[in-house]
Nanobody, 119 residues
Framework: QVQLVESGGGLVQAGGSLRLSCAAS????????MAWYRQAPGKQRELVTA???????NYVDSVKGRFTISRDNAKNTVYLQMNSLKPEDTAVYYC?????????????WGQGTQVTVSS
């Protein structure tokens, strides 16, 4: 079994920072692309940022220059450093990873962590 466990969400004032972590555990051979999505109330889930195993990244325009994704392949962990947070960043943040468990490669999702930015 493979699980993704997220941590680091919370309540922060506008302009503040938060760091999210997401660790894969269980039978993990290697992790391929890892990503963060978010879903605000009444809105569709959107891709925020992704990072390949080799470290190539992409970001949605609304977070460029404020958010930074990184990963530690040895720990099967992905991070999201969020700076200069805005109220519109309020959402449930989900991590996802493409993981090979020695038998097959599948996409896994974390349970989500709430980020609330007050104005």
């Amino acid at each position: 079994q493979v699980q993704l466990v997220e941590s680091g969400g919370g309540l922060v004032q506008a302009g503040g920072s938060l760091r999210l972590s997401c660790a894969a555990s269980g039978t993990v051979f290697y992790t391929d692309t890892m990503a963060w999505y978010r879903q605000a109330p009444g809105k569709q889930r959107e891709l925020v940022t992704a990072i390949t195993r080799g470290g190539n990244t992409n970001y949605v325009d609304s977070v460029k220059g404020r958010f930074t994704i990184s990963r530690d392949n040895a720990k099967n962990t992905v991070y999201l450093q969020m700076n200069s947070l805005k109220p519109e960043d309020t959402a449930v943040y989900y991590c996802t990873a493409r993981i090979n468990n020695y038998r097959r490669t599948s996409d896994y999702w974390g349970q989500g962590t709430q980020v609330t930015v007050s104005s």
